[in-house]
């Protein structure tokens, strides 16, 4: 069984109930089971300004799911739940993304593990870090370290 660590993350219709959604849709994945999942946070948008704050949580699944079906399947969730993507780092109403599987580093074009992103988002590292704060990211470093080494804050309050 793969250790998996998804982000989650929604600003448009109702993002909380976006959450609880996608995660009900995680628990239905096959060879896949949700292990925990950390509280919701709530955060301004990293990008543009002009859209609605987010809010965004952490789950960690064990899958016997390769990261190519992973990916796929956490895709036909996001397009279950209608996913609007209009502009480069813009609102969205569900956002599933792969963050670390097991140790593994991946690099395609589609597919980037661990999430690049990490070391920028505060709402990642801290949802991250309240439900695994052992965590290494490969190549990267100790979630606690990388948290010293934040250089921008998103986050304001926790939802749930
Ligand atoms: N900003 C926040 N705060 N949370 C997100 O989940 C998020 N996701 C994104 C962009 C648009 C980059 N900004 C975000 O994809």
């Known amino acids: 069984m793969a250790q998996v660590f998804i982000g989650l993350g929604s600003n448009l219709s109702d993002p909380v109930r976006q959450l609880k959604r996608a995660i009900e849709h995680l628990k239905l994945l096959e060879k896949t089971s ?14 543009p300004q002009d859209q609605p704050d987010f809010v965004n949580a952490v789950c960690l699944l064990e899958t016997l799911l390769s990261p190519e079906c992973l990916l796929l399947a956490l895709q036909e969730i996001e397009r279950t739940q209608g996913r609007i ?49 052992d965590t290494v990211v490969p190549s990267m470093g100790t979630v606690t370290s990388l948290i010293a080494q934040l250089d921008n804050s998103y986050l304001y309050s926790i939802q749930s």
């Open 85 to 133: 993507k209009q502009r480069h780092w813009g609102e969205r109403l569900i956002d599933l993304d792969i963050l670390l599987f097991d140790d593994c580093v991946i690099s395609l074009p589609h597919l980037t593990i661990p999430h690049s992103e990490i070391p920028h988002r505060d709402f990642v590292l801290i949802p991250l870090s309240e439900i695994a704060p």
């Open 34 to 47: 949700v292990v925990t999942c950390s509280s919701f946070y709530c955060s301004k948008p990293q990008g």
